[in-house]
Every structure is written in structure tokens, then in C-alpha cells.
Nanobody
Framework: QVQLVESGGGLVQAGGSLRLSCAAS????????MGWFRQAPGKEREFVAV????????YYADSVKGRFTISRDNAKNTVYLQMNSLKPEDTAVYYC?????????????????????WGQGTQVTVSS
């Protein structure tokens, strides 16, 4: 059974930091492109960050660029999202996702429909 399990969410004050983890099991995700999305109440799920098999290839939404860092440890089948300088508008349920589709060059999957595997989500709440 394929599973993605997120952890690391919680309540933090504005300006603080959190690190989310996403542990994959059931298959090897080392070749997959891994992404983070978030969904705030009453809003659609939105793209946050993505990392390809090679950790060199990463891409971020403009809203988090310079504050969030996505990384992965293929030996541990785990992807991370380091979130710094958090703002109240970052409050959302954060989901990790995986796709085994191949994206070449500077192309990155940014739509939720491009991902076939999803975690259950972890809540991040940033207080002002």
C-alpha cells in the first residue's frame, strides 16, 4: 500500500519557523518528483514547491520564494519543507504529493491533477 505521511505541522507565531516532513512507503519514491501544496479554509488547493529526483531542480510559488526551502533525502524516502518567516496567510493544511511522470528541463508539475499520490495533510497555523 502506497502511503505518504506528513508531519511537523503546528501552531507558530508570525516570523517563526516550522519544518514539515513527508515520509513515503509502499514503493520507492527516489525517482519521483515530489511536491508540496496547501489549502486554506474556503480556498482551492495551491502549489507551494516542487523538487525533482535530483535535488538541484526545485521550483517555488512566488508567495513562498525566499522563505521556504524544499529538500529530499532519497535514502530515507522523505521530502521536507523548511518554512521560515511564516506569515498568517501561510495558515493552511499542507499536503505532500508525488508523481512518477517525467518533467524535463525547466518544466515542473504545479497542478494538483499532475500528482497521483497524496498524503493526508498536516495543519499549519500562524498566529499574528
Amino acid at each position: 500500500q502506497v502511503q505518504l505521511v506528513e508531519s511537523g505541522g503546528g501552531l507558530v507565531q508570525a516570523g517563526g519557523s516550522l519544518r514539515l516532513s513527508c515520509a513515503a512507503s509502499g514503493r520507492t519514491f527516489s525517482s519521483d518528483t515530489m511536491g508540496w501544496f496547501r489549502q486554506a479554509p474556503g480556498k482551492e488547493r495551491e502549489f507551494v514547491a516542487v523538487i525533482k529526483r535530483s535535488s538541484i531542480n526545485r521550483y517555488y510559488a512566488d508567495s513562498v520564494k525566499g522563505r521556504f526551502t524544499i529538500s529530499r533525502d532519497n535514502a530515507k524516502n522523505t521530502v521536507y519543507l523548511q518554512m521560515n518567516s511564516l506569515k498568517p496567510e501561510d495558515t493552511a493544511v499542507y499536503y505532500c504529493a508525488a508523481t512518477n511522470a517525467v518533467y524535463s528541463g525547466s518544466s515542473y508539475p504545479q497542478l494538483s491533477t499532475e500528482y497521483g499520490y497524496w498524503g493526508q495533510g498536516t495543519q499549519v497555523t500562524v498566529s499574528s
